[in-house]
């Protein structure tokens, strides 16, 4: 299926490893010129070359050339890195077609007596993030009257789970894109949220605690997951390249679910 994508831009944030790698690849493969943003210099650069190397292999199939994809490393939580990494991407591209908010993660007091500072972190990698990338890049995607914006929250921001923090973290990352793309339809901007089920990867949280616990990690995967397995990052990625497509014009404020049936929420 073509997804209309070839030769648009596309900025994913956190795109050293795991959904958003995954995303970065998918991506190049449809023909769109990628930047891939993270906080760790190294590991990103790891990361891009992974992704220049699918590109190479699939350029004649469609795909976009090993030259198209940059690597930027910046903090989305520090707004001149961040503003940094989008002054490049537009340098290098000229316009940003796609953007896509991917830092997260929980950290710090999972509980509800988390100090002040537990709960800032979690904030600002989990929501500030998104708003920060999202208004330095919109206003160009307003002006264009064309664009899209996907903001990968979690299930646990649909229901009650995870850490107190970090639920209500991706509880307000849904609500903002939502208030988002009220303002943002009228101008040709669509923005929409993922909501990732528990996803494997190496290095990844999950993979953490399956090496400490297996047998804690296999109770819960026969309890929780439906599938009997973890989701895998390809399987997200799908699912985030196409809400940003062409092929998904209609879908506007949406939150959609890619959990294997995890989730228990009705709505």
Same mark, same amino acid.
């Given at each position: 299926?073509?997804?209309?994508?070839?030769?648009?831009?596309? =900025?994913?944030?956190?795109? @050293?490893?795991?959904?958003?790698?995954?995303?970065?690849?998918?991506?190049?493969?449809?023909?769109?010129r990628?930047?891939?943003?993270?906080? +760790?210099?190294?590991?990103?650069?790891t990361?891009?070359?992974?992704?220049?190397?699918?590109?190479?292999?699939?350029?004649?199939?469609?795909?976009?050339?090993?030259?198209?994809?940059?690597?930027?490393?910046?903090?989305?939580?520090?707004?001149?890195?961040?503003?940094?990494?989008?002054?490049?991407?537009?340098a290098?591209?000229?316009?940003?077609?796609?953007?896509? #908010? =991917? /830092?997260?993660?929980?950290?710090?007091? &999972?509980?509800i007596?988390?100090?002040? &500072?537990?709960?800032?972190?979690?904030?600002? @990698? #989990? =929501?500030?993030?998104?708003?920060r990338?999202?208004?330095?890049?919109? !206003?160009?995607?307003r +002006?264009?009257? @064309? *664009?899209?914006?996907? #903001?990968?929250?979690?299930?646990? *921001?649909?229901?009650?789970?995870?850490?107190v923090?970090?639920?209500? &973290? $991706?509880?307000?990352?849904?609500?903002?894109? $939502?208030?988002?793309?009220?303002?943002?339809?009228?101008? *040709?901007?669509? /923005? #929409? %949220?993922?909501?990732?089920?528990?996803?494997?990867?190496?290095?990844? %949280?999950?993979?953490?605690?399956?090496?400490? +616990?297996?047998?804690?990690?296999? $109770?819960?995967? $026969?309890?929780?997951?439906?599938?009997?397995?973890?989701?895998? !990052?390809?399987?997200v990625?799908?699912?985030?390249?196409?809400?940003?497509? !062409?092929?998904?014009?209609?879908?506007? *404020?949406?939150c959609?679910?890619? +959990?294997?049936?995890? %989730?228990?929420?009705?709505?």
């Open positions: 299926m073509d997804l209309g994508l070839n030769g648009q831009a596309a =900025l994913v944030v956190g795109a @050293s490893r795991g959904i958003g790698l995954a995303a970065a690849r998918r991506f190049a493969s449809e023909g769109c990628v930047a891939m943003m993270a906080r +760790d210099a190294e590991r990103l650069a990361a891009a070359d992974e992704v220049r190397h699918a590109c190479g292999a699939a350029a004649t199939a469609g795909g976009v050339a090993a030259d198209e994809v940059l690597s930027i490393a910046a903090d989305a939580t520090v707004e001149a890195e961040a503003a940094r990494a989008v002054a490049a991407t537009l290098r591209f000229g316009r940003i077609d796609i953007l896509v #908010n =991917l /830092v997260g993660g929980s950290r710090g007091d &999972a509980g007596l988390a100090g002040d &500072a537990d709960w800032d972190i979690v904030l600002d @990698s #989990n =929501l500030r993030a998104a708003v990338m999202t208004r330095l890049v919109a !206003p160009q995607m +002006d264009r009257k @064309s *664009g899209a914006i996907v #903001n990968v929250s979690s299930i646990f *921001g649909r229901e009650w789970g995870g850490a923090s970090y639920n209500a &973290a $991706k509880a307000a990352l849904i609500a903002y894109t $939502k208030s988002c793309a009220r303002d943002l339809a009228p101008h *040709g901007v669509r /923005v #929409n %949220s993922i909501a990732p089920g528990s996803t494997l990867f190496p290095g990844g %949280s999950w993979d953490r605690r399956r090496q400490a +616990d297996p047998a804690v990690i296999e $109770k819960f995967v $026969k309890s929780e997951l439906p599938l009997g397995r973890f989701g895998r !990052p390809e399987e990625a799908a699912a985030i390249v196409f809400v940003a497509s !062409p092929a998904a014009s209609l879908i506007i *404020g949406a959609l679910n890619v +959990d294997g049936g995890q %989730s228990r929420a009705l709505f």
